[in-house]
């Protein structure tokens, strides 16, 4: 064995990334050892240049140093992007040719935690990729070379990229929020170029986000957006997380557009060009979603939760558009087919800006469905994935209605359940929605009941439940 070989926490090496809480499982040690065993695998396969870019959290210099120190001592000739958010780094792969390209990110996760976001060639490195990586670094079977670094700034270009497609004629009112995260640059340069009205909030890169927690998923973390929306009179406000690959998006009345319903708007404005064309969505998705798309003369496709997953989905099936509810959604038609959350910001301002219709028309015109939020079910790891297999087999004896792509997604007459095992906690993710009150409360009830059949310890679910 090597004198370089290195054992990685065990809760660092995760299904979709590197992850970890700073100096206490995660120290520059870990990104020397990632540089070295990612750039051993990538020189074996053929490759020489790898894109390396961070985010303002104030661990990712000394982690991007590390990791490109590593890099280097394997022959890698680094592309340094340097700081910015993680969807100018998948540009640059792309733009510059390289044939990797990592991230140092901590993405919306809290200020003391941070990772790493691997592409190899144009593909998302996950799954099995990093478990080969552990299995290199523990063995300190690293090549030999004498890499170099080559300082890159592309700022310019990623702006002039992202307003590349923006056609609109209509002056739009718009609030952005980049939540202190990598994006504010950006999002500050982008908005100034942009035709109409745009007030930006939080654009200062501060990785101790001291005005909310960069994740527009959760409704506390929207509230300065939507004050700023009502008291501007904007049309829209958008929000970016920590490294602006996931959005959130409110209308003018301060209702937050989900992740699922921004999709359905998106879907409409490609299925007019490319009619036929295959919609990608993750399981948590609304059936209203996968019905309009079909409506609209698209073939909607329900698959696995995970932004590695639904891009590699994207690949083999050539999908123009895809998404998940967390807020990552991928654009094919356009542009490279990676989740860029200020791209989406773009095609979703030129799709207001080009018709008549506001984001609060389009808000409106969507059937009122009621939903639970995103319920988590503590299971232990080596339990989790059995506890589904259960369920599954259960529903099975019922002839249930069951999509069983990623977990269980039941239909019934009251609308549908899933319950799924998360792939990176140990925890089972149990979701609802329905056309009534009365028909959730029923929905959730058969949630909580199968649980227990399969032996988890289910607690009832919030009866706090919104509508959507």
Not at 99 to 107: E, F, R
Not at 116 to 140: H, N, P, Q, T, Y
Not at 323 to 347: N, P, T, W
Not at 415 to 427: D, K, Y
């Amino acid at each position: 064995m090597s004198d370089l070989a290195h054992r990685f926490h065990p809760s660092v090496l995760r299904e979709y990334d590197i992850r970890g809480i700073v100096d206490e499982t995660l120290f520059p040690a870990d990104a020397a050892a990632i540089g070295r065993a990612y750039g051993t695998i990538l020189v074996r396969q053929g490759g020489k240049t790898v894109a390396v870019g961070r985010d303002g959290r104030l661990s990712s210099p000394a982690l991007e140093a590390a990791l490109i120190d590593g890099l280097i001592s394997v022959g890698i000739e680094v592309l340094h992007v340097g700081l910015g958010p993680t969807p100018m780094l998948y540009f640059a792969v792309n733009e510059l040719g390289a044939d990797g390209g990592i991230m140092v990110t901590g993405s919306h996760n809290p200020p003391t935690h941070n990772g790493f976001k691997m592409m190899l060639g144009k593909k998302s490195f996950f799954g099995k990729d990093i478990v080969e990586l552990g299995r290199v670094a523990a063995a300190g079977d690293f090549t030999n070379g004498q890499g170099r670094v080559q300082e890159i700034d592309l700022f310019e270009r990623y702006v002039g990229r992202l307003l590349q497609d923006y056609h609109g004629t209509r002056p739009l009112k718009a609030v952005w929020d980049a939540g202190n995260g990598s994006g504010g640059a950006v999002m500050a340069a982008l908005t100034a170029r942009l035709p109409g009205e745009h007030v930006c909030l939080f654009a200062e890169i501060d990785g101790a986000f001291p005005n909310h927690h960069p994740d527009p998923t959760v409704p506390e973390n929207l509230q300065a957006l939507i004050a700023k929306v009502k008291e501007t009179g904007s049309e829209i406000g958008i929000a970016f997380d920590g490294d602006a690959d996931r959005i959130g998006v409110v209308d003018s009345d301060g209702r937050i557009v989900w992740g699922d319903q921004i999709l359905q708007i998106l879907a409409s404005d490609v299925l007019e060009r490319l009619p036929g064309s295959t919609i990608i969505a993750d399981v948590k998705a609304s059936q209203v979603l996968f019905d309009e798309v079909a409506r609209m003369g698209g073939k909607p496709l329900m698959w696995k939760t995970g932004h590695s997953l639904i891009k590699a989905k994207m690949i083999e099936t050539g999908a123009p558009l895809s998404g998940e509810m967390s807020g990552h959604i991928f654009y094919k038609d356009g542009f490279y087919g990676h989740d860029d959350a200020l791209y989406v910001a773009v095609r979703l301002l030129d799709i207001l800006a080009r018709g008549s219709r506001t984001l609060k028309d389009f808000r409106d015109a969507m059937p009122e469905t009621f939903t639970t939020p995103e319920t988590r079910f503590e299971c232990a790891e080596d339990r989790k994935f059995e506890a589904v297999r259960n369920v599954k087999a259960s529903l099975a004896l019922e002839n249930a209605n069951v999509d069983d792509v990623d977990g269980v997604r039941v239909k019934t007459d009251d609308g549908w359940w899933l319950l799924r095992a998360s792939n990176t906690q140990a925890v089972l993710v149990a979701r609802a929605e329905s056309t009534s009150e009365a028909g959730l409360e029923r929905l959730k009830a058969a949630v909580v009941a199968n649980l227990r059949k399969a032996g988890v310890d289910a607690p009832d679910f919030s009866s706090s439940a919104g509508a959507h």
